[in-house]
């Protein structure tokens, strides 16, 4: 939609009409912060109560509703559209009304969100990796279109990235990432999920240069078997974690969860058809919904599936299968703690492990959860579910929308996105505090 509000920014006028699936959703603030995380520049209906979406009698999401310049509806599409095919209908009605002498070019003026923004030290920060054993701290500083490098106290020594959004290799200050997201580190090579670059870019630490392991730099627009990574194109890579000669990838945009063999860089489907649902079974018939957080403990990969609001297991051997913790359907979500279906999460993104257990961000619900994968028991830990920026306790403590977390030496580090910041909460008990970033 970007390339072609650009393309056709005299003749073409958009206007989004937000028609939630999560309760969360439906907060106008929370659709502000969505807009200016991703940089919106067209104005947004916030239709509740769906509506807009009756008398358009929409079914999908999305929706494209096309009208003309007199106001009449001429056609609609459902699901998403490749580039090239809207970029020729949109051409072909511009040249059909632009002979009748029938679109306007006059701008019509309207005020962004952004431009009632101030500059902050992190912007929309996604994922976090925090680094025990070197001591490093990683912040996808998301909107910022870089990586920031600190010591665990909060101490910055690097900034990976110009700051401009773009595709480009090179050394720190020249390098360019696009909405970064998930990150994790092997020594001195940092991997990181560039995620509307539709890329996985390696970081080599010492030499302080970047370069491109896999991803042609355009969304792939159907399925496909995978190949070499510098030929492949990829779909929203939204997270990574390492295993043995492999990387670990949470494909949000395909549905399935891919790897990579480090030493070749051919990449590949690991689990999932493609087809968004909840459906356990086989690794290449399982059904998944938009991963977004992967980790593993050494014997399985757990993963959390956003739009099911579930955490899920997938077996790391390619003969393996697809296993759901929690969740029910891509329509049941809520904020209940207990055992197996009886649980109930909205829309997370985050995940790592802790000892006999996972940590996951319930990032809708602004709560930080434990889940005992054994037991399929879960248990609020952090967060009174309302959405705020309080530093305390761990049941008056409030997040915004936490997304990425970590843990290492005690600590959990996680990425409050929408509060534009990184808070460490005590393991053993739970109290949280906000980290200040000296030096950025």
Known sequence: ??????????????????????MAEKATE????????????????????FQVWQQYAARAWP?????????????????????????????????????????????????????????RPLSFPGKVHADGASGRLFVADSNHNRIVV?????????VIGSGEAGMSDGGYTSARFHDPQGIVVDGDTLYVADTKNHAIRSVDLAQHRVSTAAGTGQQ?????SGGPGLETSLASP?????????????????????????????????????????????????????????????????FTDSETSAIRSADLDPSGRVKTIVG???????????????????????????EDRLLITDTYNNKVKKVYPHSRRVESFIGSGE?????????????????????ANGNLYIADTNNHSIRVADLLTGRLTTLELAGL
């Open 1 to 22: 939609m970007r390339k072609l509000e650009q393309k056709y920014s005299d003749e073409l006028f958009v206007i989004g009409v937000h028609s939630a699936k999560f």
């Open 30 to 49: 929370n659709v502000r912060q969505a807009i200016l995380r991703y940089d919106l520049e067209h104005p947004v209906v916030n239709d509740a109560d």
């Open 63 to 119: 929706t494209f509703m096309f009208i003309d310049p007199q106001g009449r509806i001429i056609g609609r599409h459902e699901g998403e559209i490749p580039y090239d095919a809207m970029d020729r209908v949109l051409g072909e009605m511009v040249a059909q009304f632009d002979s009748s002498g029938l679109i306007d070019r006059r701008t019509i003026p309207h005020t962004l969100e952004k431009e009632k923004e101030t500059d």
């Open 150 to 158: 600190a010591t665990l106290d909060g101490c910055v020594t690097d």
């Open 220 to 224: 792939a627009n159907r399925f496909h």
């Open 238 to 302: 939204w997270d990574v974690e390492l295993h043995g000669a492999n990387l670990y990838i949470a494909m949000a945009g395909f549905h399935q969860l891919w790897r990579m063999d480090r030493a070749t860089c051919e990449i590949r489907p690991h689990a999932g058809n493609g087809r968004e649902n909840i459906d356990d079974g086989p690794l290449k018939y399982a059904q998944l919904a938009q991963p977004s957080g992967i980790v593993t403990d050494g014997a399985l990969l757990y």
């Open 328 to 354: 029910v359907d891509l329509f049941q979500f809520g904020d209940l703690d207990g055992v197996g279906d009886a649980v109930r999460l909205q829309h997370p993104i985050g995940i790592c492990t802790w």
């Open 387 to 407: 959405a705020g920026n309080a530093d305390g306790g761990r049941s008056e403590a409030s997040f915004n929308e936490p997304a990425g977390l970590s843990a």
